[in-house]
């Protein structure tokens, strides 16, 4: 799907919209897992076990990492546009610059959203298709 910029990638929305169904299903499955693992896991749940909580700290880190990197290339424009806004009688030019502060904003959860979103939704698929106990 093509988005507002004429890339490939998923909106915040779009994002949004799949993690709130995949989400659950992952809890739910994952919960099961444990339940059934009982106190003495087998080595294949203390695997999955284990990539549960590293997949969270990656997500988190590639997320942030993301985030970062879009707010800094954002820095330049905002600023401008802020200050032109500031000095500017103009109602136009602030109504400009709103616009540029939330694309900018759009763009930084966007970039954010998409490593979780990734995950996310490749455990769902895999975590649905795992042979069951």
């Known amino acids: 799907m093509v988005n507002r910029r004429g890339s490939k990638a998923k909106s915040a929305t779009q994002q949004a919209v799949e ?18 693992a009982g106190s003495k896991p087998s080595a294949r749940d203390r695997k999955e076990f284990q990539r549960m909580g590293a997949e969270k700290v990656a997500a988190f880190v590639e997320s942030w990492g993301k985030m970062s990197a879009q707010a800094a290339r954002n820095s330049r424009t905002l600023t401008s546009a802020l200050l032109k806004s500031m000095v500017s009688p103009n109602p136009k030019s602030q109504s400009n ?14 970039k954010g959203l998409a490593p979780v979103h990734r995950r996310v939704v490749a455990n769902e698929k895999r975590l649905s298709r795992a042979k069951k106990r």
């Open 19 to 36: 993690m709130a169904f995949a989400v659950p299903q992952v809890i739910m499955r994952r919960l099961t897992r444990m339940a059934l």
């Open 97 to 110: 610059a709103a616009r540029q502060i939330s694309k900018a904003t759009v763009d930084i959860v966007e």
